[in-house]
């Protein structure tokens, strides 16, 4: 459990893996910075949380995934990447 790029190739060959639940680590990151700046400035915890970026990788879905490392880093296997975006603009940084 973890949505490495060997993993998911292994599972897209048929080779031990039958599924894989991954999660772009890059948004966890965002989400728990989030967090601790809520914390450090004397903010409300955003509680309950639901991660949007996590998914169960199968047989049946792996050939919609670009198996390169661009792509593991890009964190695109788990939705739209735009969330840095939106952390930037609820901490009033610009840019």
């Not at 993993?7 to 031990?16: R, V």
Request: hydrophobic share 45%.
């Amino acid at each position: 459990m973890d949505g490495v790029l060997a993993t998911i190739q292994m599972l897209s060959k048929n080779q031990f893996v039958h599924s894989e639940v991954g999660f772009n680590a890059d948004a966890l990151a965002w989400y728990a910075a989030d967090q601790a700046l809520r914390m450090m400035t004397g903010g409300a915890a955003n509680m309950n949380v639901d991660f949007p970026y996590r998914r169960v990788i199968t047989a049946g879905n792996v050939r919609d995934l670009q198996l390169t490392p661009q792509a593991e880093k890009a964190g695109t296997w788990y939705g739209s990447t735009d969330y840095q975006a939106g952390f930037r603009a609820h901490w009033g940084l610009t840019g």
